[in-house]
């Protein structure tokens, strides 16, 4: 994965890199390129697949005058403590995009940069709310109403098949069948439109419904 890193000053740029040396597998991250601006990133910066911004180094305004194009291969990461630099990205046509506080450890880095990277949106649930307040729109798409809303019990169930979890294991960590889990399954492809748990889970956290 190609990395790009912008944020305003050197020792926060080090500190950047010095979280992706940390992670488990470091041949999974490779930064490319490194700005102090927005500005000087679209100036020269070789093609990245996923941009990661400090608050700092970008304002919301920057975010939509030097983003929109029709890149949809890019992928944005904001470390931010401030929910409202998530308007700069809800209508640009990105990959994925996420938002997550400067302080995020090594394995919420990792995770949120392969989250992006495969088109998803992620984020704290505290810095993530102002995204679910508005899921009708995600990377410039507007997504499809649900054909019913999603139960209690169906809520659970997908968001345990968002952390990789078989129908066995969810039956055994809701305390009931097999056979309803599977129930529950299908009534979640059907309201979100899914053919694949995949698609299920994908579905789920570009309507809010899901934060991983």
Do not use: C
């Not at 992706?20 to 490194?34: H, I, M, R, T």
């Not at 992620?122 to 729109?137: E, M």
């Not at 990377?139 to 968001?159: K, S, Y």
């Amino acid at each position: 994965m190609q990395i790009g890193v912008i944020a305003p000053n050197l020792a926060l740029r080090a500190g950047i890199r010095v979280l992706l040396g940390g992670a488990e597998d470091v041949s999974q991250f490779e930064v490319v390129y490194e700005a102090a601006s927005m500005a000087e990133y679209v100036q020269a910066a070789p093609p990245v697949e996923v941009l990661v911004i400090a608050a700092q180094a970008a304002s919301e305004a920057d975010l939509e005058y030097w983003l929109p194009g029709d890149d949809v291969r890019l992928a944005v990461l904001l470390l931010s403590d401030d929910i409202g630099q998530a308007r700069g990205l809800l209508d640009l046509p990105i990959r994925g995009w996420g938002i997550l506080p400067l302080d995020s450890s090594v394995e919420e880095l990792q995770a949120a940069l392969q989250a992006v990277y495969e088109g998803l949106v992620v984020g704290t649930d505290k810095l993530f709310a102002f995204a679910l307040s508005q899921p009708q729109h995600v990377g410039g798409r507007e997504v499809d109403p649900l054909v019913g809303a999603l139960t209690e019990r169906e809520g659970q169930v997908l968001q345990l098949l968002a952390h990789g979890l078989a129908n066995k294991q969810i039956a055994l960590a809701l305390n009931i069948s097999e056979h309803t889990v599977k129930f529950h399954v299908s009534s979640i492809y059907n309201k979100l439109g899914a053919t694949n748990r995949t698609e299920a889970v994908r579905a789920g956290v570009q309507r809010g419904l899901v934060v991983l």
